[in-house]
């Protein structure tokens, strides 16, 4: 049962510009995270944003969460070759369980 | 990737054959979970154990069973592989459970069945 769904699915920009992927989701949420994966590792956590927060940040990244919209998007500022990966957003599938979304595939560039 | 190690990181077995994927944590995190990701499809989770002496079933939980041997360990088994669960296989730990802590993963066990 898919609860979050990225977009878009790919994205590729040059290095230095912004990068921008949206998750909307389904149901209501008391949080939400954030995932990274670079080719061929596990998933890295990035930001947890709960409920009641509009934004949050962590270094070059911004997350935003909307409930009224059931969206939320991942900003990532400057990018660098380091930050190809694919990203995912998580969210609640049930009490003790996260659902994952397909992810948007980052290409960055140099 | 630190605190999660999953044994083997690479396997190819033949269809019918038996397998035992391994997590052994070193967090001391109550919650364990086994994921399996396959291409466009996204993660998908398969067991779950909420604290030592629990397990319960995911999203797709046909075909496999699981251990919680202890705190540290997590095993997840294969009793007749099909060429459907050719897949990469994920464990993950959290402090606790659901969306209220970040978890943490290890680097996958890429396995073929063919």
């Known amino acids: 049962s898919q609860q979050g769904e990225e977009d878009p699915q790919a994205l590729s920009i040059q290095e230095g510009e912004n990068a921008t992927m949206n998750c909307s989701y389904k149901?209501?949420?008391?949080?939400l995270q954030w995932y990274r994966q670079n080719s061929g590792r596990g998933l890295v956590h990035l930001i947890l944003?709960?409920?009641?927060?509009r934004e949050k940040h962590s270094g070059r990244l911004r997350v935003t969460l909307d409930t009224s919209k059931k969206s939320s998007s991942l900003l990532i500022t400057a990018s660098r070759a380091a930050d190809t990966a694919s990203y995912f957003c998580a969210t609640e599938g049930g009490s003790e369980k996260l659902v994952f979304g397909k992810g948007t595939k980052l290409t960055v560039n140099p | 990737n630190a605190g999660v190690t999953q044994t083997p990181k690479f396997q190819v077995l033949k269809t019918g054959q038996s397998m035992t994927l391994q997590c052994a944590q070193d967090?001391?995190?109550?919650?364990m979970y086994w994921y399996r990701q396959d291409p466009g499809m996204g993660l998908r989770l398969i067991y779950y154990s909420a604290s030592e002496g629990t397990t319960d079933k995911g999203e797709v939980p046909n075909g496999y069973n699981v251990s919680r041997l202890n705190k540290r360990e997590f095993s997840l088994r294969l009793e007749s592989a099909a060429p459907s669960q050719t897949s990469v296989y994920f464990c993950?730990?959290?402090?606790?459970?659901?969306?209220?802590?970040?978890?943490?993963f290890g680097d996958g066990t890429r396995l073929s069945i063919l």
């Open positions: 149901t209501s949420i008391n949080n």
């Open positions: 993950a730990i959290g402090a606790g459970t659901g969306v209220s802590q970040p978890q943490h």
């Open positions: 967090m001391n995190h109550n919650s």
């Open positions: 944003i709960r409920s009641n927060e």
